[in-house]
């Protein structure tokens, strides 16, 4: 088997020398544990966090540890009666061609009901991650403006889909015109703006201002920097601002030392959030499983019938992986970002 450890801690944005391919025997499934040869593997932003080693929501990857990754493959050999060979699983089974877990880690997946790299985005982590920040925290209202960035990506297109189905004016932001064509012509965005046409956040928020007349009532914040300067005070009374990410600050070591604001500092969010008395929510979405079953039950069928759209971009083998990851952090990936191992 074939699989990518953390090499060294990257400081600031990772590196193709952070990553070390290596090559083993296949691993033995122990007691109750499940043997699973990985057909996808998924490349998520959270990935960046556990490369350093601070203190976080989840332990970092140890030097020399196999990057952490969801995966979605084939059973080749079970020591527990609830998977057989031939049988299609979901489970964390890391950078690799192949992983072992235990049983009850793993959720049974059925291939003739989707394509299983679905279970990677739009149906799994990172579509329930949309689905959950909308639903519980955005409390989206027929009439209301929404603003999400990463637009095309699997968490802003769930966002902006649901809450266009919702009645809502949809605004995305993305890195460039074919991304911004795709939030509007794939997804249904009623405007979408490139914010790398915007070097300053004055410039970017005037835009947002011209696409949001009646302001902006949901800002699903997914990449803080730039983005959040431009939205904050284009916020409505009551307005609400789950808070799912902030890639554009991931490779600076965290919010301060990446923030690098001369125009938001902390008394500015403070009163605006006091002044328009927001609801500004964070959440990890790993807290909130028990609520995985009602959103595949809500959003499955509407993926099914084509109502809710997604794109995949795909690597192919487990040695592209480091190099796609790192683009995916600049915006590399044009939707959710998997890598084909089979
Ligand atoms: P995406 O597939 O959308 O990839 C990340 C995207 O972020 C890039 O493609 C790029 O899109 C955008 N981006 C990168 N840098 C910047 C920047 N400086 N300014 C603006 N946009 C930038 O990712 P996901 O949909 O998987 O994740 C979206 C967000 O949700 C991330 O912040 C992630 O960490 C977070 N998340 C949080 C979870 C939670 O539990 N709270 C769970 C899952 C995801 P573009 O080229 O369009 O700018």
């Given at each position: 088997m074939k699989r990518i450890v953390l090499a060294s801690r990257p400081e600031g944005a990772p590196t193709p020398e952070n990553f070390r391919l290596e090559t083993g025997e296949l691993p033995e499934p122990g007691e109750g544990e499940v043997l699973v040869r990985t057909h996808y593997m998924s490349l998520d932003p959270y990935m960046r966090g556990r490369m350093d080693d601070a203190k976080s929501y989840a332990a970092p990857v140890p030097i020399g540890g196999t990057m952490e990754a969801g995966g979605v493959g084939e059973v080749i050999?079970?020591?527990?009666?609830s998977f057989k060979p031939g049988d299609f699983a979901f489970g964390?089974?890391?950078?690799?061609t192949h992983g072992v877990q235990p049983a009850k880690m793993l959720r049974k997946i059925d291939p003739d009901q989707m394509p299983i790299s679905a279970t990677l985005g739009v149906l799994g982590m990172p579509g329930f991650t949309g689905w959950y920040g909308l639903t519980e925290l955005g409390r989206p209202q027929k009439g209301e403006t929404l603003v999400v960035a990463a637009a095309t990506g699997p968490v802003g297109s769930m966002v902006g889909q649901l809450a266009r189905l919702a009645g809502l004016r949809v605004i995305g932001i993305a890195g460039g015109s074919e991304k911004c064509k795709l939030a509007t012509d794939t997804f249904g965005f009623d405007a979408c703006i490139d914010h790398r046409a915007y070097e300053a956040a004055k410039d970017l928020r005037k835009a947002i201002s011209d696409a949001a007349p009646d302001g902006v009532d949901i800002y699903f914040e997914n990449v803080g920097g730039k983005v959040l300067e431009a939205v904050l005070p284009l916020m409505n009374p009551h307005g609400r601002i789950p808070i799912c990410g902030m890639i554009a600050w991931y490779n600076a070591g965290g919010l301060g030392a990446g923030a690098n604001s001369d125009t938001l500092t902390g008394p500015d969010l403070w009163r605006n959030i006091l002044v328009k008395f927001l609801s500004v929510n964070g959440f990890i979405?790993?807290?909130?499983?028990?609520?995985f079953g009602e959103f595949l039950k809500e959003v499955a069928p509407r993926v099914a019938s084509g109502e809710i759209k997604y794109l995949e971009d795909v690597a192919e083998g487990l040695e592209a992986a480091p190099e796609a990851f790192i683009a995916m952090l600049e915006g590399?990936?044009?939707?959710k970002q998997v890598v084909k191992l089979v």
């Open positions: 050999a079970s020591n527990d009666p964390m089974l890391g950078w690799a979405i790993a807290n909130h499983w028990d609520r590399g990936n044009t939707g």
